[in-house]
């Protein structure tokens, strides 16, 4: 079982006087990707707007092999969880409608929705695993603590 506890205290030690968003994400995806067992990508996806003015996904910092660089809103794990804004467990990304598949490699996938400091939608801490049903119920909660740390760390005065 992993200890999200001791993870939570090390990331908010990791990332406390980090007053850089890029820095956090980068750290953020790295400190993930290095502690988490059985993930084959760990990463961030930021809302953006496409010169049409639609709300979109674009690449941010991440770990694990080149990715796709925009998603549509609604579309594939990470847009579904941006357009509901709510959390994907999916266990199996085969049998999830509209799977983006940037690694082959990928079986099961979670998705959290971060958010700014007015509580809009910023982006998606996106990780991938090459086993399936990698993820639990446990493993959204305790992810979702942390992803609560990196939306301290970027939006609020420093942890
Ligand atoms: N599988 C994701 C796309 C992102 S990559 O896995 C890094 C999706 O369906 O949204």
């Not at 406390?16 to 760990?42: I, K």
């Not at 979109?56 to 925009?70: D, M, S, T």
């Not at 847009?79 to 079986?107: E, K, M, N, R, Y």
Request: charge should be negative; include cysteine.
């Amino acid at each position: 079982m992993t200890d999200y506890h001791a993870l939570e205290q090390s990331l908010k030690a990791l990332l406390a006087g980090t007053p850089y968003p890029l820095a956090v994400l980068a750290n953020g995806a790295a400190f993930l990707y290095e502690v988490l067992p059985d993930l084959n990508w760990a990463g961030f996806y930021l809302r953006e707007t496409s010169p049409r003015g639609e709300s979109l996904l674009a690449l941010g910092p991440f770990q694990g092999k080149p990715a796709c660089v925009e998603i549509p809103w609604g579309k594939g794990v990470c847009g579904t969880a941006a357009a509901l804004d709510s959390p994907q467990l999916v266990p199996d990304v085969h049998a999830f409608p509209g799977h983006i598949a940037c690694d082959a490699a990928s079986a099961s996938e979670l998705v959290i929705p971060l958010h700014d400091g007015q509580g809009a939608l910023y982006g998606v801490l996106d990780l991938d695993s090459p086993r399936p049903g990698r993820f639990t119920e446990a493993d959204l909660a305790g992810i979702s603590r942390l992803a609560r740390v990196l939306e301290e760390a970027l939006f609020s005065k420093g942890l």
